[in-house]
C-alpha cells in the first residue's frame, strides 16, 4: 500500500470503508437489486445537491458531467455566455465551441472571481444567451464564486443557470433549488472523497424543457436517454455503468450523510482557515484574496528562490505528501494545496511539518515548526 498522502483537489483519500464497498460483487446492471441501488445513490445525490429533481449518474469523470452539461442543451450558433477566471472555465467554453455553440465569454483576472453585477451587465447587453456557465470553485486558482447571488440574477433572465460544482460539492455550502440552478453536477473524486471515475448531475423543470427541444449531438451523453431509463422499472443506466464505482459513491455518501452536510462545510471552511494560517507562519503568501479563497483548495505562490519541482518533489520523495502545482501560465509561480474530503487536523499537522521541513531544507530561514504550530492553534 502507497502511503502518499493525497493533499489534492482530487483524486482525494478515500476511506477504508468506501475501499470495501468497492470489493463486492458485481451485479447484473439490468436487475431489481441494481436498480435499488442506483435509486438509492440519485436520491442521496438529489439531497447533497439540495434539490426536489432527480440526479443522474454518468459513468466518466467530472468532464464528462459538464460536457452533459453543454451538449444536450445547445444548438449550432446557441449563445452561452462562459464566466471564465481559471481552467475549468476555460474548459466550458471549449466544450461550448466544440458542440458548436456560440461562446460568449466573460473573463476575470485568474485569482479573482465574477461579480453578480458583471453577470447582470452581460445578460442585459445580450437577450439571446440561453445559459450561463459558472464555476463555483475555480480548483485552478484556488477562488470560490458567489453562486447564490449570481443565482437570484439569472433567476430574472430566461438564460438555464449551469453551475459546475466537481470541487465543492460535499464541501462547501451548494444549494441547488434555493439558488435557483437549473444544471448542477459534480465528480466522484473530490469532495465527496470516492475514487475517480464517475459523475452526477442533477436537471430542473426548465433544464429539460430545453433539452426536449434540442437536437443533440451528442450519444453517450444523451439526458434524455438517461430520464428514460432512469424512470424503468427496475431504473436503470442506458449503457453498463461502473458499478463498483457506484457502491463506493454509496458508501461515500453515507458517510456525508452521517457527518451531516453542515458539520462537513464546516469542517472544509476550519481546514481553509487552518492552511491560510500554516502558510503565513511559515512566510508564504496566499494567492487569491482571502475573502475569494476556497473552503476546499488553498492556492499558494510559490516563493522566490525555490522552484515548484523543489518544493513538491522534496514534499512528495522525502515527506510523501502530494500537493498540486499550477496550471498554465500559473505552472511554476504557484501550489495548491487540496483540503476536501476526508480532511482534518491530522492530515494538515503532517502537511505542515513537511512542508516547514521542506523550506527549511530549500535553506528559507524559517521557524521550521511555526507552521504546524498556527495548524494546531487553528483547531483549538
Ligand atoms: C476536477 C474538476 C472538474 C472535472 O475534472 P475531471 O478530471 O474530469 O474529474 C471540473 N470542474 C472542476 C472545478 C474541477 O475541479
Redesign the pocket.
Known amino acids: 500500500m502507497d502511503e502518499t498522502l493525497l493533499m489534492l483537489?482530487?483524486p482525494t483519500n478515500v476511506a477504508p470503508r468506501v475501499l470495501q464497498a468497492i470489493a463486492k460483487n458485481v451485479v447484473n446492471h439490468r436487475s431489481a437489486i441494481f436498480g435499488e441501488i442506483y435509486t438509492e445513490v440519485t436520491k442521496m445525490m438529489s439531497e447533497l445537491f439540495k434539490t426536489q429533481n432527480k440526479s443522474y449518474l454518468l459513468t466518466g469523470?467530472?468532464?464528462a458531467a459538464?460536457e452533459a452539461s453543454i451538449a444536450n442543451i445547445v444548438n449550432k450558433n446557441d449563445k452561452i455566455l462562459n464566466v471564465i477566471g481559471g481552467k475549468?472555465g476555460e474548459?466550458l467554453r471549449d466544450i461550448t465551441l466544440a458542440y458548436d455553440g456560440d461562446a460568449k465569454e466573460l473573463n476575470v483576472e485568474w485569482g479573482t472571481t465574477v461579480s453578480p453585477k458583471q453577470i447582470k451587465e452581460a445578460l442585459d447587453e445580450d437577450e439571446n444567451i440561453k445559459a450561463i456557465t459558472v464555476?463555483h470553485?475555480?480548483?485552478s486558482t484556488g477562488v470560490a464564486a458567489p453562486i447564490e447571488e449570481i443565482g437570484k440574477v439569472v433567476k430574472d433572465y430566461n438564460a438555464l443557470y449551469i453551475v459546475?460544482t466537481?470541487?465543492s460539492l460535499g464541501g462547501d455550502h451548494v444549494d441547488v433549488d434555493k439558488y435557483n440552478i437549473d444544471i448542477c453536477f459534480t465528480?466522484s473524486?473530490?469532495c465527496l472523497a470516492a475514487p475517480?471515475g464517475m459523475s452526477a448531475i442533477t436537471l430542473s423543470e426548465d433544464a429539460w424543457k430545453v433539452i426536449d427541444s434540442v437536437n443533440s449531438n451528442t450519444y453517450y451523453l444523451d439526458m434524455k436517454k438517461y430520464k428514460k431509463f432512469g424512470a424503468g422499472t427496475p431504473p436503470e443506466t442506458p449503457y453498463t455503468p461502473s458499478i463498483t464505482l457506484i457502491y463506493g459513491i454509496h458508501e461515500a455518501l453515507k458517510m456525508i450523510e452521517e457527518e451531516g452536510i453542515d458539520n462537513r462545510v464546516l469542517r472544509h471552511e476550519t481546514a481553509a482557515e487552518a492552511t491560510i494560517n500554516g502558510a503565513k507562519a511559515l512566510g508564504l503568501e496566499l494567492f487569491p484574496k482571502k475573502e475569494v479563497s476556497s473552503a476546499t483548495v488553498t492556492a499558494l505562490k510559490i516563493p522566490e528562490g525555490v522552484s515548484d519541482s523543489d518544493l513538491r518533489g522534496t514534499m512528495r520523495n522525502q515527506y510523501k505528501v502530494e500537493l498540486a502545482g499550477g496550471q498554465d501560465h500559473l505552472k511554476g509561480n504557484i501550489f495548491r494545496i487540496g483540503h476536501m474530503g476526508n480532511i482534518n487536523y491530522k492530515q494538515l499537522a503532517i502537511t505542515f511539518s513537511a512542508l516547514g521541513m521542506t523550506l527549511k531544507k530549500l535553506g528559507f530561514d524559517i521557524d521550521a515548526g511555526a507552521g504546524v504550530s498556527a495548524v494546531t492553534k487553528s483547531y483549538l
Open positions: 483537489p482530487g469523470s467530472g468532464t459538464m475549468f474548459r464555476v470553485n475555480e480548483t459546475d466537481v470541487s465528480g473524486q473530490k475517480p
